[in-house]
């Protein structure tokens, strides 16, 4: 079967690997789409290796074992491994229903936003912010496709969200996906941190701050925005060199600094399985992202244009059915 492979920094192909191999307990699917994620996006740089962990497909094979899943079923989930790295860039993959987590999908949505793994990241990482009164004042830092998804969760918690990009274009995006107030970072200290003098007392901010936009400078904004004995969340995973930011600011401030990318497996299995429930009955009005498609010869293109995307698309997927072709927006 056909994988794509990174067999040098910045520089993948399509290679022949073996079949996987099926148990009684397994399901054997032939993958559609593969989510293209940040997260990967610094080994992609630097290292040869596999990627891809974000999979959706249709089972093509049904072990005697396996209950309530048949051939034809469109799925996605969490299987192999969620983790980035992971490799899941391949034409076939073999899933064991006891070890992983293999979610039959809704038919009345599209495939496009059913790649359910960064959606479970999504419901996890919201899940751990402190707002739970009503009205609670949030502010999300970083307005692409992981930012308005956790705006538009934000809201469904009752919310006042503002979000705060350095980009125009993500600005908009923002406020298409429910925030009440889309600024840029000066606007945003200015009318909720700094004094008439231009100060900055530590009283002042937000008690929440989720921060998604994976630079040095974006956390450091976030420090700057979250209020003394507030909430630091931060959902991006920064790979690569190491991040300076104000710790003497973190510890004056005493802010509760987490990290709510998922570590905790019992979250991201009931955050995939809310993620489908929530879209299915329209709880959760996450449809019809610009995404863009690639072809599988076309990995390294959709890499590169993770850095310029904003304004044309929130997500990329590849096309793990079309070895070749033109990239096209759906």
Request: glycine letters at 8%; one cysteine or more.
């Amino acid at each position: 079967m056909k994988a794509v492979v990174t067999i040098a920094p910045k520089q993948s192909v399509i290679k022949e690997v073996p079949n996987p191999v099926m148990d009684d307990d397994s399901v054997k699917i032939k993958l559609k789409y593969c989510g293209v994620c940040h997260s990967e996006r610094y080994d992609w740089l630097h290292h040869a290796g596999a990627y891809g962990h974000e999979p959706m497909g249709i089972i093509v094979e049904v072990g005697k074992n396996v209950k309530g899943l048949t051939v034809g079923d469109r799925v996605s989930g969490l299987w192999g491994s969620n983790m980035p790295g992971t490799g899941g860039m391949v034409e076939y993959a073999v899933a064991n229903v006891r070890q992983s987590t293999i979610i039959k999908l809704p038919d009345q949505i599209r495939d496009e936003d059913l790649v359910v793994e960064p959606l479970a990241c999504l419901l996890s990482a919201v899940s751990k912010a402190k707002c739970s009164m009503p009205g609670t004042k949030v502010c999300v830092v970083g307005c692409g496709y992981m930012g308005c998804g956790a705006i538009s969760l934000l809201k469904l918690r009752g919310c006042y969200v503002v979000a705060v990009d350095i980009r125009e274009s993500s600005l908009r995006d923002a406020l298409a996906y429910g925030a009440d107030e889309a600024l840029t970072p000066d606007e945003a200290l200015n009318r909720y941190v700094r004094d008439s003098d231009g100060n900055c007392p530590i009283e002042a901010g937000f008690e929440c701050v989720m921060e998604w936009a994976e630079t040095n400078e974006s956390l450091d904004l976030a420090i700057q925005l979250t209020k003394m004995c507030g909430q630091l969340c931060v959902g991006a995973y920064h790979t690569g060199p190491q991040r300076e930011v104000n710790v003497q600011l973190l510890g004056v401030k005493a802010i509760d600094m987490h990290h709510t990318h998922p570590r905790e497996n019992d979250l991201l299995i009931t955050g995939a399985i809310h993620s489908v429930e929530m879209l299915d009955r329209g709880a959760w009005n996450f449809k019809n992202i610009p995404t863009m498609v690639y072809p599988m010869n076309q990995f390294d293109r959709a890499m590169t244009e993770m850095e310029t995307k904003y304004g044309h698309h929130l997500k990329a997927l590849i096309n793990m059915e079309m070895a070749d072709g033109e990239p096209y927006l759906v």
